[in-house]
Structure formats: C-alpha cells, structure tokens
Nanobody, 120 residues
C-alpha cells in the first residue's frame, strides 16, 4: 500500500495564507500524479489542483491565481500553497496520488484529510 499523510490545515482569517503538505510512503512505488481535493459540508468533493510527474499543473477556476501546487519528487511530497484565502475555501482538504507499485500494479490512494477553516 501507498499511504498519504497530510498536514498544515488550520484556522486562518480571510486574506491569510496556509501551506498544506502531503507525504507519500510505502515500498517499491512510483508516483505519476498527485493532487488536492476538498469537500465542504453538504457538498461533493471537488478538485482543487493536480500535478503530474512532468510538472504540468491543473487548477480549479475558483483557486487559480491564489493557490499553487508543487511537488518534491525526491521526498514524494506534494504541497499546496494557499494565499488570499476566502471563507468559501473552508473545507476538508484531501491529498490524492496515483502511480505504480512494483512497476506493474496501479494504485490510487487518498489521505485522511486536513481541515482548513477560513474566518471572515
């Protein structure tokens, strides 16, 4: 199994910044993509940002220009720098990653989630 552990969620005032981290661990795996999703109370989980092994990124329109996803391949870690936070960014943020185990078996893993609360 490939496990993902998120950190960095917190309570912050509107206009503030947070940086989320997600570290992948396991044996004999390679990661093709990593990303962040979020789920607000009463809403479906939605894509926030993704980054693939080549470095290409994709963002939800609602976070473009405010959030930046980055990745440290050596550490199997993905980051989400969130600036100019708004109350509507309040959600549980989940890390997601996919790739191969033992060069053969595809996997897709989710983290346990980290709470981000933005007060107005």
């Amino acid at each position: 199994q490939v496990q993902l552990v998120e950190s960095g969620g917190d309570l912050v005032q509107a206009g503030g910044s947070l940086r989320l981290s997600c570290a992948a661990s396991g044996t004999a795996f390679s990661i093709n993509y990593m990303g962040w999703y979020r789920q607000a109370p009463g809403k479906q989980r939605e894509l926030v940002a993704t980054i693939i092994s080549g470095g290409n990124t994709n963002y939800a329109d609602s976070v473009k220009g405010r959030f930046t996803i980055s990745r440290d391949n050596a550490k199997n870690t993905v980051y989400l720098q969130m600036n100019s936070l708004k109350p509507e960014d309040t959600a549980v943020y989940y890390c997601n990653a996919g790739g191969l185990r033992n060069r053969v078996y595809p996997f897709a893993s989710w983290g346990q989630g980290t709470q981000v609360t933005v007060s107005s």
